[in-house]
């Protein structure tokens, strides 16, 4: 059963991680890297690293993607001029 | 062997077991588990009763999310005055009904110019938190999704969540107030996390467990036999700062500045319509049923209250513990019908220049006062 979970959460990660760089446009890039995040958080889960895990979520999706997402929105799209 | 007990304390049976306990009781649980057994499947029987304990935590949270909508129009009619809702069922309580109905029926309408995958994506963002946030939750004795050895941490990096579907909302829907509330929003709530964190580690170190179960068998019995041992008492000013910040996390008036209509025609969610509304709305009454729940949680002692004699503690626990929440929920609306709103300086200045370094000074008096051994 926890093979079959790591093997799901990690298979999810990889996709991510690869959407990350191919995805056209930066606010799905860091859609995407938040899925990276929440993925890493799952295997430490796995690994019974509750506390690792949480903070995980907290610091990496809670603030580096929230940091990450509003540069992106205070910047000028590049696509429309 | 799916992983029952091992992300969990052990001070507590769970809702998990609990539901164990009570199949058990009625004298069904080793059939099932038979018939379950002879095909090798004991692990679908796990998760099938962790499902139903989800669905349960679900159903309830929708039924709160339509009272508490009858509520805030209830209290808003007292302190106004007047009636609020009173013709669709016994004093309008089946207005929520109503409108969810109004709400499934709308048109689903996506601004042409927005980013599609990211507004439609945003309502989940914000209803998932908004659920998973009740997980460590204690409803009362043995009534608890999980008991998670690190609760409370739980739940503040799940509430850290919020700002991402803010942010993509205001966003997606290109829409330059919507923009401007979610960048609002997102300062606001930046800014109050500090407190709320803050203001919980005194907690913890009182009580030396992240877990919400630990910290309301820290809060029970009494001094002198007559005040409750819970930590208001013990930390007056973090419970001030607490209830501040979260009022100001769910952004409620006076700091509703996420959807101050004077000036952001509705804030980051104008946009949007029907359903994805409604996922909004349910999120924002889901949290503040649950931060109500995790204040009374910290400070108010949780499903602590005199034992009856007689009625089983599971229930009385419930009881006391609802009866709490919406204590603090009816502080909540009552305010928003009270105060104005102030300005969007003001909410950072006390933010940064008030809130934070009282809390720092909190901890650091907490601190000073537990190795005195003057606190516990």
Do not use: C
């Not at chain 1, 509750?50 to 929105?73: K, N, S």
């Not at chain 2, 009385?316 to 019908?337: E, G, H, P």
Request: hydrophobic fraction near 60%; charge should be neutral.
């Amino acid at each position: 059963m926890s093979e079959i979970a790591f093997l799901v959460i990690s298979a999810l990660t990889i996709i991510f991680a690869i959407m990350v760089v191919k995805s056209d446009k930066l606010v799905h890039s860091a859609i995407y890297l938040a899925g990276v995040f929440i993925g890493t958080a799952g295997l430490f889960l796995l690994l019974k690293a509750e506390f690792v895990a949480w903070v995980q979520v907290l610091v990496y999706v809670g603030a580096v993607i929230t940091l990450i997402l509003f540069t992106i929105m205070l910047t000028r799209k590049g696509e429309e001029e | 062997m799916l992983y029952s007990g091992m992300w969990t304390g052990d001070t507590m049976t769970n809702a998990y077991e609990l539901i164990i306990n009570i199949l058990t009781a009625i004298g069904v649980y080793d059939t099932i588990f038979g018939v379950f057994k002879s095909y090798g499947m004991e692990f679908v029987l796990k998760l099938i009763i962790v499902l139903v304990t989800l669905a349960v935590l679900f159903g309830f949270v929708l039924v709160t999310v339509m009272f508490l909508t009858w509520m805030e129009r209830k209290v808003a009619a007292m302190v106004q005055s007047r009636y609020g809702p009173m013709v669709t069922g016994p004093r309008g309580l089946l207005q929520p009904v109503m409108d969810g109905i109004k709400l499934i029926g709308k048109e689903d309408i996506v601004p042409a110019k927005a980013d599609r995958f990211v507004f439609n994506l945003a309502p989940y963002l914000a209803f998932v938190p908004a659920i998973l946030v009740f997980v460590p939750l204690p409803f009362g004795e043995s009534l608890i999704i999980s008991d998670l050895r690190v609760g409370l941490l739980y739940i503040i990096a799940i509430s850290a969540l919020s700002p991402i579907s803010i942010l993509l909302a205001g966003w997606a829907s290109n829409n330059k107030y919507t923009l401007l509330a979610a960048m609002r929003a997102v300062a606001q709530d930046i800014s109050y996390t500090l407190p709320l964190a803050l203001t919980a580690i005194a907690v913890v170190m009182l009580t030396g467990s992240l877990s919400t179960v630990d910290i309301v068998n820290a809060q029970s019995g009494t001094w002198f036999g007559i005040i409750p041992k819970w930590f208001i008492f013990l930390q007056p000013l973090a419970f001030i700062l607490f209830l501040i910040a979260s009022i100001a996390e769910m952004g409620r008036i006076p700091f509703d500045f996420q959807e101050s209509e004077s000036e952001l025609i509705a804030g980051f969610f104008t946009e949007y319509s029907g359903m994805k509304f409604a996922m909004y709305f349910l999120a924002e009454y889901a949290h503040l049923f649950a931060v109500s729940g995790i204040l009374v949680t910290i400070f108010l002692g949780g499903w602590n209250g005199p034992v009856l004699p007689g009625i089983p503690v599971v229930i009385t626990s419930l009881v006391y513990f609802i009866l709490k929440t919406y204590a603090v929920v009816f502080f909540a609306m009552w305010l928003r019908d009270t105060v104005p709103r102030i300005r969007i300086d003001q909410l950072l200045n006390i933010g940064w220049k008030i809130m934070i370094p009282l809390a720092l000074l909190n901890l650091i008096v907490t601190g000073f006062l537990i190795t005195a051994g003057v606190m516990r």
